[in-house]
């Protein structure tokens, strides 16, 4: 049971503004480094979307897990949650993670039946005069706010960091900047038209590794990668901002040879032979300090490619277990700094009545 309350936040969070969809720039911090917007709703509704569902137990998505959590917290993730942006302020993606949400307002329902389980750690606080969650043992703790954005729309702030979890909710109260003011770490480009997935990139160092595409990334001031669909034809655009049109040329031909190489294994592989005519509807221009890349292709007949291709190479996935790991002393280890942070506890009855239970 705590495993999946464990996983029903999880994938409310990460799976997942008033209304769905666009990227909104003013929910985002100023001194963001990252940020990656996915519009859960159109995504579900695309071709891309229903070939996920279709070929779930081929790409590892356990849509069991869904269900299971819909039976438990009354929210269904591919109906309920509408979108999500993830962004962060630091070097290192994931440690400082900021996830704001849209869903419905299922959401409310979800929240009572956690608080009303008595073998999940949470707290009801309230931090800047709104009613907050912290969720989790003294040093794996989490964040949680759920905001009203009309009749049926919620806005779900998430984080481990509280100091980052508490400038999102000043940012989202308009009592801190956003990158939507025009001072931004971060390319200013916007989603197209149609855009499921939207990622930008200003500290392009935390990205970092060996690859091929690191050290191209690492050559650049920032980049912006996108994925949208529009009457059935996928396109993706990315752009990289270098230092210099030098720099920007010398990456040009970084990428160009990248994919010379790529058409090249491909001929000495009859079976990715399908992915020839995706390279050449590839696209590189350089203008200035600028490279922008692109492609169009039908989506059908892309999925179609792809499908063969994993049933060729078998494309079954694997599921892994993962141990329970809450630690039933929680409330014992609490820290009474966090106290001090949060405002007055205005509803310290959750709290009492878990430890009751305990006792």
């Given at each position: 049971?705590?495993?999946?309350?464990?996983?029903?936040?999880?994938?409310?969070?990460?799976?997942?503004?008033?209304?769905?969809?666009?990227?909104?720039?003013?929910?985002?911090?100023?001194?963001?480094?990252?940020?990656?917007?996915?519009?859960?709703?159109?995504?579900?509704?695309?071709?891309?979307?229903?070939?996920?569902?279709?070929?779930?137990?081929?790409?590892?998505?356990?849509?069991?897990?869904?269900?299971?959590?819909?039976?438990?917290?009354?929210?269904?993730?591919?109906?309920?949650?509408?979108?999500?942006?993830?962004?962060?302020?630091?070097?290192?993606?994931?440690?400082?993670?900021?996830?704001?949400?849209?869903?419905?307002?299922?959401?409310?329902?979800?929240?009572?039946?956690?608080?009303?389980?008595?073998?999940?750690?949470?707290?009801?606080?309230?931090l800047n005069g709104k009613r907050?969650?912290?969720?989790?043992?003294?040093?794996?703790?989490?964040?949680?706010?759920?905001?009203?954005?009309?009749?049926?729309?919620?806005?779900?702030?998430?984080?481990?960091?509280?100091?980052?979890?508490?400038?999102?909710?000043?940012?989202?109260?308009?009592e801190a900047p956003s990158i939507?003011?025009?001072?931004?770490?971060?390319?200013?480009?916007?989603?197209?038209?149609?855009?499921?997935?939207?990622?930008?990139?200003?500290?392009?160092?935390?990205?970092?590794?060996?690859?091929?595409?690191?050290?191209?990334?690492?050559?650049?001031?920032?980049?912006?990668?996108?994925?949208?669909?529009?009457?059935?034809?996928?396109?993706?655009?990315?752009?990289?901002?270098?230092?210099?049109?030098?720099?920007?040329?010398?990456?040009?031909?970084?990428?160009?040879?990248?994919?010379?190489?790529?058409?090249?294994?491909?001929?000495?592989?009859?079976?990715?032979?399908?992915?020839?005519?995706?390279?050449?509807?590839?696209?590189?221009?350089?203008?200035?300090?600028?490279?922008?890349?692109?492609?169009?292709?039908?989506?059908?007949?892309?999925?179609?490619?792809?499908?063969?291709?994993?049933?060729?190479?078998?494309?079954?996935?694997?599921?892994?277990?993962?141990?329970?790991?809450?630690?039933?002393?929680?409330?014992?280890?609490?820290?009474?700094?966090?106290?001090?942070?949060?405002?007055?506890?205005?509803?310290?009855?959750?709290?009492?009545?878990?430890?009751?239970?305990?006792?």
């Amino acid at each position: 049971m705590k495993n999946l309350m464990t996983a029903t936040l999880a994938t409310l969070l990460l799976a997942s503004v008033t209304a769905a969809g666009p990227l909104e720039k003013a929910r985002v911090a100023a001194d963001a480094t990252w940020l990656i917007h996915v519009d859960v709703e159109r995504l579900l509704d695309s071709a891309v979307g229903r070939f996920l569902l279709e070929h779930a137990e081929e790409l590892d998505i356990d849509l069991d897990e869904f269900d299971k959590i819909k039976r438990e917290v009354g929210v269904d993730p591919r109906t309920d949650l509408k979108s999500v942006t993830l962004y962060g302020t630091g070097d290192e993606p994931g440690e400082d993670a900021i996830i704001v949400a849209v869903t419905t307002a299922r959401v409310d329902e979800a929240i009572k039946r956690l608080l009303a389980n008595d073998d999940l750690p949470i707290r009801r606080r309230k931090l800047n005069g709104k009613r907050v969650y912290v969720i989790g043992e003294k040093g794996h703790r989490h964040y949680l706010s759920i905001q009203r954005a009309g009749a049926d729309r919620r806005i779900v702030v998430f984080s481990d960091d509280k100091r980052g979890f508490r400038n999102a909710l000043n940012v989202l109260a308009d009592e801190a900047p956003s990158i939507s003011m025009g001072r931004s770490n971060i390319p200013a480009d916007d989603p197209q038209e149609g855009s499921l997935v939207f990622l930008s990139v200003g500290d392009i160092d935390a990205f970092g590794d060996d690859g091929p595409a690191s050290q191209i990334i690492r050559m650049s001031d920032g980049f912006t990668a996108d994925l949208a669909e529009v009457n059935g034809v996928l396109t993706g655009r990315a752009s990289v901002n270098a230092e210099s049109p030098e720099t920007a040329n010398d990456i040009s031909q970084v990428l160009r040879g990248l994919v010379a190489l790529g058409r090249l294994m491909v001929t000495q592989q009859p079976e990715l032979a399908p992915l020839l005519e995706l390279a050449d509807s590839l696209n590189i221009r350089t203008r200035d300090s600028r490279i922008s890349i692109s492609i169009r292709y039908d989506a059908v007949e892309l999925l179609k490619k792809a499908e063969r291709l994993m049933r060729q190479h078998g494309g079954a996935g694997h599921r892994h277990d993962h141990d329970d790991d809450w630690d039933d002393d929680w409330d014992d280890d609490w820290d009474d700094n966090d106290d001090d942070w949060f405002d007055d506890d205005d509803d310290r009855r959750h709290r009492t009545r878990h430890k009751r239970s305990r006792d």
